[in-house]
């Protein structure tokens, strides 16, 4: 006789966290509980979901006993848990490296106070100038960054799908609305997968960091020197160009803002093909 599988309803048991079901299997004559455990993988689902939950419960543990040694009959269990999808944030920032203030904001020369204004004879935004060469500074720049760790089928995790996270980390600023955050201010700084314990899922780590636009759409557009209006996309960079301009009211040479070039330095992509949702809800695999 073949072995026959199918489920004994009257055992089913749902609690908070997990949904568990009982199995009858017959037919199962001379075969090992890794070749039975082989066949229930095969027939129950790998997920399940339970009434009143958004979000499938991935299935989490197979357990067996034969009722009568030799007899090819077996009891099994199979339990579905709730998701581990985890979410973890930092706000900080890193070091980066300016040749230019947005503003002067006081000025000095000797003991005399010098109204910081442009034009005047306020060595201008530029930052460490000494006379030849603009030498910048490094300042903390805030930004916030999050990961996020879902629960991905093995079955569904593919080489495709590695190619397709490749692809995004290449091009790794959002195009579209990404949790909330409008395109141009969500970086995607790769991925990290590795097999759950009980190797039917891949657990995959997403890591991302937020630097917000300067927009008219936010209020928070730049302004530069005498410059304003500057529109700038999150990860976009910002490089001044100068010109010499000569005090007539002192023997110095001034460096003034001519131009302010915003450099687009990342391609962009969709990141709705990570699948793992885009909204500002938590992440899922298969996630809106």
Same mark, same amino acid.
């Given at each position: ?10 055992? %089913? =048991?749902? +609690? ?9 299997? @017959?037919?199962? *004559?001379?075969?090992? $509980? #890794? ?72 000025? %000095? =020369?000797? +003991? ?9 004879? @306020?060595?201008? *935004?530029?930052?460490? $100038? #000494? ?158």
């Amino acid at each position: 006789m073949a072995i026959q599988i199918w489920e004994d309803n009257p055992e %089913y =048991k749902v +609690t908070a966290n997990s949904i568990t079901a009982s199995y009858n299997i @017959v037919g199962a *004559v001379g075969m090992t $509980w #890794d070749q039975v455990r082989a066949a229930l993988l095969a027939f129950a689902p790998i997920s399940n979901i339970p009434a009143g939950h958004p979000y499938q419960w991935p299935r989490r543990g197979i357990d067996g006993q034969e009722v009568e040694a030799k007899s090819g009959q077996w009891k099994a269990t199979v339990t579905w848990a709730a998701l581990t999808n985890q979410y973890t944030m930092k706000i900080g920032g890193q070091q980066q490296q300016i040749r230019c203030s947005y503003n002067v904001a006081q000025a %000095y =020369k000797g +003991t005399q106070y010098v109204p910081a204004q442009v034009g005047s004879n @306020v060595p201008g *935004v530029a930052i460490g $100038w #000494d006379g030849r060469t603009v030498h910048g500074a490094s300042i903390y720049v805030p930004q916030r960054t999050w990961t996020e760790s879902v629960m991905i089928p093995v079955g569904q995790y593919t080489f495709d799908y590695e190619d397709t996270v490749f692809d995004i980390q290449k091009s790794p600023v959002n195009s579209v609305d990404f949790r909330g955050y409008a395109p141009g201010e969500v970086l995607f700084l790769g991925m990290q997968p590795q097999l759950d314990q009980n190797a039917e899922f891949m657990a995959a780590t997403f890591e991302f960091s937020m630097s917000p636009n300067n927009s008219e759409d936010n209020g928070n557009l730049l302004s530069i020197g005498g410059i304003s209006g500057i529109v700038k996309n999150g990860w976009d960079l910002v490089d001044v160009v100068y010109d010499n301009v000569v005090d007539s009211s002192q023997p110095q040479i001034i460096p003034l803002p001519k131009w302010v070039l915003v450099h687009q330095v990342y391609h962009y992509s969709d990141f709705s093909q990570l699948n793992i949702g885009t909204s500002e809800s938590l992440p899922t695999w298969g996630g809106k």
